[in-house]
Every structure is written in C-alpha cells, then in structure tokens.
C-alpha cells in the first residue's frame, strides 16, 4: 500500500494504541502528529498550550500536515483530537475514524493504569462539561471527513485491528 491511513477520533479514543497495534500487525511504519510537533517544539502539547496558546498548537499542527502531505507515504499517522480540521486532510491519505460514545472514552481512560497522566496531558479535558461539549460538536465533523468509521466501543483491540484490514483491502 503507498497511501498513508490517518487515524482521528476524538482525545482518549485509542489512536495512538490502535497505531501501535496496526503497525505491528500490517508491517507498516507508523508516526503521530502529536510527537512530531512535541519534538520539533522539544516540550510536551500541554506546555504548548501554556506557554503559547492553543492558536499556535493548531498552526504546528497545519505545518504538521503540510509536511505529512509532502513527505510521507505508506505511513500509519495517530493524530491529535484537533488535527482532523486541517486543509485538505484526504489529500494525506486514507482517513480513519476511530468511533466512540464519550462515556466510552472516559471509562476507558479512567481504567488505564496511568489514567490520572492521560488526564493531566490534555489540557481540553480539564473542564469535562466543556470537553463533552466539545465531544458533541466534533462527533459530525470526525465523520464527515472520513473514509472509514470504525466502532471501537468495548471492542477487542484484535477485532479493531482485523475491522481496519478488511476495510482498507
Ligand atoms: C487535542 C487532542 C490532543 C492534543 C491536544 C489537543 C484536541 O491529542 O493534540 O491536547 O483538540 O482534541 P489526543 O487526541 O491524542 O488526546
């Protein structure tokens, strides 16, 4: 395969996890759009937004796709809850929404072993109202851009995995 497939969802729904596992499983290299600009920046998305505003996080990220665009290939790309309001998204390659109710996404990040970290890092789920706001305005944007929607709600991550394979066959 030479197109990239873009994973986007919504803070916490398991994209970087279901990178990780798609890599293994289909041999592809993967990369996430979050550690490329936390390491360009060399500080974490969190001091990102203290330091300089969310304004400028969604511009690095807009950097982020233009050289995704023009770079890469054959690539799993995890992405930030945000970066799926990029310009020309689809040009990037294939785009995969990872589909969750919010509870979904909270109970799981709640059960993780380091749950209180994944918590603290993302500074849009300090306020839960706001975030699940947030949540109810995004969910139609996440499916409107993409090519594939995939339910990962109490799905196995093998299923998830094998749901992906044969979609993009
Ligand atoms: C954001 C999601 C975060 C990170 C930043 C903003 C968002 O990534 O990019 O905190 O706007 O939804 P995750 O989806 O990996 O939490």
Do not use: C, H
């Amino acid at each position: 395969m030479t197109t990239n497939l873009i994973l986007i969802g919504f803070m916490g729904v398991g994209k970087g996890t279901v990178a990780r596992a798609l890599a293994r499983k289909s041999g592809m290299f993967g990369v996430d759009s979050d550690d490329l600009i936390e390491s360009i920046e060399n500080r974490k998305v969190k001091t990102i937004f203290e330091e300089d505003g969310e304004d400028y996080f969604r511009d690095m990220e807009k950097k982020t796709a233009k050289w995704l665009s023009q770079n890469v290939t054959n690539t799993i790309i995890s992405t930030g809850g945000g970066f799926f309001k990029v310009d020309d998204l689809n040009k990037i390659g294939k785009v995969i929404y990872l589909k969750s109710s919010f509870e979904g996404i909270i109970e799981r990040l709640k059960v993780q072993p380091n749950a209180k970290q994944k918590f603290n890092k993302r500074p849009l789920l300090k306020d839960m109202a706001k975030a699940k706001e947030l949540f109810f305005e995004r969910a139609p944007q996440y499916e409107a851009k993409a090519d594939i929607i995939i339910n990962v709600e109490n799905q196995n991550l093998n299923k998830i995995i094998d749901n992906i394979l044969e979609e993009i066959k």
